[in-house]
């Protein structure tokens, strides 16, 4: 199971770029960086070409998705494209009732809560991947040697919107289920765990040369849950792109606890969010594991000066890792004047690698 010989990786488009050689622990040109949701509401560009198409319909046009991917990397100078998509579109490709409420999240038409509901979800073809593989495709063309990271929900934060139908605060229904119906949670952690892995390994075929998964909400899970409970469907899900040889990312917020346990599912770099420094980040992975992060968003907002001497100490802590990809802590609100964020991409590339 090896990439095609045309692809980025394979061909030396991006296997020499910056972002690739930090993913693998070699010094990279310069410290690389791009940002969680750095496609999205923060730009106008976004919200002129998003106007009138809702959120899922955008994803699934594929010039659109295309165009909504490129819009960051031109803007802001960024070493990698992260693919506009949504965690929840590989459950839309199975035919199952989703939608992103704009300010909400996604929603359920019917939650899915017992091992019945389970039982009944269809399973996600290659075929209705084609789409994503098209937006792909036509992204990594314009790209050129800026790669295209890929990215799939992890089965523990899908399975969350699945069980609650909607976003939640606690996780309550998901971290009942595994503990009152073992059986019923372990199926729906299979079911998500093989629609992530395909839904990642789709990407990555068609050009994308890294694939991060996000387990936003694993956080709310206590370290023996997530060993238990989930970082075996979490390895499942990587299981489908381990072998392609791409580097592949693995980040959750509220994980300080968990980066070991998050590490070990075969994760190459672990992201890491704001709550934590990078060099303790790296001192509880026993100083061996390439760290992505974590500039706290809240710092979007606030004075230059005090963002400058923010995310100077980022780079400082981030030294301290076998390699380091500057990112945010979680996603850049929509409200960030992304006129900042182009500073601090021309602040991260003047500061030696
Ligand atoms: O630059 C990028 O990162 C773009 C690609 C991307 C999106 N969603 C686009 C998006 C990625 C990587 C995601 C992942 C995603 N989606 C996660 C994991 C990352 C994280 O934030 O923890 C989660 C939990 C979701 C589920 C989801 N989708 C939420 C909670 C929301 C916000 C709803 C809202 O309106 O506040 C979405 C919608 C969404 N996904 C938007 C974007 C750009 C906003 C939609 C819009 O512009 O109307």
Redesign the pocket.
Known sequence: MTLPLDHPLMDGRTSGSPLIDAYRSRKPSRRPIW???????SLPE??AA?EGTA?LDA?LTPDLAAE??LQ?VRRHGVDAG???????IPLKLAGIDVD???????VLGQPVRTAADVASLPPLTDEALEPVREAVRLVVAELGTVPLIG?A?APY?LAA?MVEGK?SRDHLGPRTMMHADPQAWKALAAWTAEASGKFLRAQLEAGASAA?L?D??AGSLSLADYEQHVAGASAAALDHVRGLDAPLVH???GTGELLAAMRDVGADVVGVDYRLPLDEANRRLGADTVLQGNIDPALLSAPWSVLEEHVRGVLAAGQSAPGHVVNLG???P?DTDPAVLTRIVELVHSVDP
Do not use: E, L
Request: hydrophobic share 40%.
């Open positions: 940002f969680m949701r750095q496609a999205g509401r976004y919200r998003r959120m994803c909504i991917t960051p992260i693919f506009f998509s949504d965690i929840v992103i409420k704009p300010g909400v999240g996604p990215f929900g934060t919107y976003p991060q996000f936003s909400w980040f959750g917020t979680h996603g850049v929509p």
